[in-house]
């Protein structure tokens, strides 16, 4: 289950449907982040034995799935390239507290909560695909999956090192200003 605390907008897939191509950039930029948070927690927290295997196999995932994303663009004839970093995982990240252990805490929920929003979006996307662009609606289909589990394996990393109430909380805490964040943004990304 995907702890949301508040559905897409409803004129999401619209919106991201009439600006195909920069929606497939964006994408292929957000799965390479996605390995490189699961990487950089690799070097920060090499004494948490807890992390190690379920942290590379996610970061190799990711790639796979950059890899996916840069098959379609190539498909679709979209050059790949430099990209302006959009609002929402900076503004996203301020959530997260400083001191240590509270950070490694707060940074796993963070990661969890944007798989949650990415395996939504890449729902809605499949929906509305279908008929537009049948072999991208597949790919997005073929993603939930896998993002899904990603979304349940940074809860389940966070419950591994820290009380399971602690994190319950704390993901509810982190889920309303997700929602918050996205509610601000209005440009053409994955999480726009
Ligand atoms: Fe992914
Ligand atoms: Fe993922």
Redesign the pocket.
């Known amino acids: 289950m995907l702890r949301l605390a508040a559905p897409t907008d409803p004129a999401w897939p619209a919106r991201a449907l009439a600006h195909l191509d920069e929606l497939l950039l964006d994408h292929a930029h957000l799965e390479k982040k996605?390995a490189g948070t699961a990487v950089t927690l690799l070097f920060r927290y090499p004494e948490r034995r807890e992390l190690q295997e379920p942290l590379a196999q996610?970061a190799r995932?990711?790639l796979a799935h950059f890899e996916g994303v840069l098959g379609q663009l190539a498909r679709r004839g979209i050059a790949f390239g430099r990209q302006r970093a959009g609002g929402y995982a900076g503004r996203l990240h301020r959530v997260v507290r400083a001191a240590e252990p509270a950070r490694r805490l707060d940074t796993l929920l963070v990661a969890a909560l944007i798989?949650a929003r990415?395996c939504e979006r890449f729902t809605l996307l499949a929906g509305a695909l279908r008929g537009v662009d049948d072999e991208l609606a597949a790919f997005y289909a073929g993603l939930l999956a896998?993002?899904a589990r990603?979304h349940g394996a940074y809860v389940q990393l966070a419950i591994a090192g820290f009380p399971e109430d602690e994190v319950r909380a704390r993901l509810d805490a982190v889920a309303a200003h997700e929602a918050a964040v996205l509610a601000e943004q209005c440009e053409p990304r994955v999480h726009g």
């Open positions: 996605a996610l995932e990711e798989e990415s896998a993002e990603h």
